[in-house]
């Protein structure tokens, strides 16, 4: 894709368009996406998911991210490197 854009055939990387055009721009840090999430992030989604009854949906709805990556951070399938 970024051989296309540079010679011209391509859109610009990182960002996904829809019918109306751009709709998002995806940042990239070393040739990977920068996470949405922060650490303190993270710890504050364990901690409300474990000691609170807010919902999942809430918490995804409050941070911009998907009600699976909710899920994964809780059951430490993503961000395992946070304790």
Known sequence: MRALYYKGRGRA???KTQEGGPVETV????GRRVPKLTADD???IRYCLA???ISQR???AEY???VSTINNVFQG???RSVV
């Open 27 to 30: 940042e990239y840090r070393a």
């Open 42 to 44: 993270v710890r504050d």
């Open 51 to 53: 000691n609170t009854r």
């Open 77 to 79: 399938k993503t961000y």
């Open 58 to 60: 809430a918490l995804a």
């Open 64 to 66: 911009g991210v998907a």
């Open 13 to 15: 990387f990182g960002t």
